[in-house]
Each structure stands twice: as C-alpha cells, then as structure tokens.
C-alpha cells in the first residue's frame, strides 16, 4: 500500500489561503488519482476533491470556487489549494489514493491527516 505524507495545515483567518500537500510514493510511475477529505468531531468524514490518473478534477459544492486540487508528477505529490477559507472549513484534511486508471498499487489507507483551522 502507498504510505503518504500530509502537511500543509494551519490556522488563519477567514478569507486566507494555505496550501496541503500529500506526498505519495509510486504516485506517479502506477497512474494513481488523488482524494482529498475532511472530518469534524462528530461527523463522517467529507469528500471533497479528487483528481484522476491525467488531471481530470472534481470538488464538492462546498468547495468549489474557492479550493484547486493539483498533482506534481516530478515530486509524487498532490496538493490542495484552499482560498476564501471560511469558520466551516475548520476540519482534518486527510488525502488518499485512487486508483482512477492506474495500477492495483494505488491503495492507501488513511495518513495522520493535517488539521486546517479557520478563524472568523
């Protein structure tokens, strides 16, 4: 299973930006995709963006607008760039692999996750 890394997280205040990254070995060289999600206390855990083997994109309505999900295939890596942040973005931003159209190898469980808090 791909092991992953996730940093980027942060606390600002509502309107800022921060940037998440997810550091995947094999990422690239197996066509893996990329899922990012977020959890509060007490609720399930929220899709909220993906991007497939060759950059297709999706977001979440509550997201979309204001949150851009990129790949870097030279580094292995995902990012998630959050601006316009609101309060209710507050959350643990945890990513995941896909497999979209890559290999069986694009099997990740869940990283330690990165905590995101949003001031008002």
């Known amino acids: 299973q791909v092991q992953l890394v996730e940093s980027g997280g942060g606390s600002v205040q509502a309107g800022g930006s921060l940037r998440l990254s997810c550091t995947a070995p094999?990422?690239?060289?197996?066509?893996?995709?990329m899922n990012w999600y977020r959890q509060t206390a007490g609720k399930q855990r929220e899709w909220i963006s993906s991007?497939?083997?060759?950059?297709?994109?999706n977001y979440a309505d509550s997201v979309k607008g204001r949150f851009t999900i990129s790949r870097d295939n030279g580094k292995d890596t995902a990012y998630l760039q959050m601006n316009s942040l609101k309060p209710e973005d507050t959350a643990m931003y945890f990513c995941?692999?896909?497999?979209?159209?890559?290999?069986?190898?694009?099997?990740?469980?869940w990283g330690q996750g990165t905590q995101v808090t949003v001031s008002s």
């Open positions: 995941k692999v896909g497999q979209f159209a890559g290999t069986p190898y694009c099997v990740s469980n």
């Open positions: 094999g990422f690239t060289s197996h066509r893996c995709g």
């Open positions: 991007i497939g083997t060759y950059g297709t994109t």
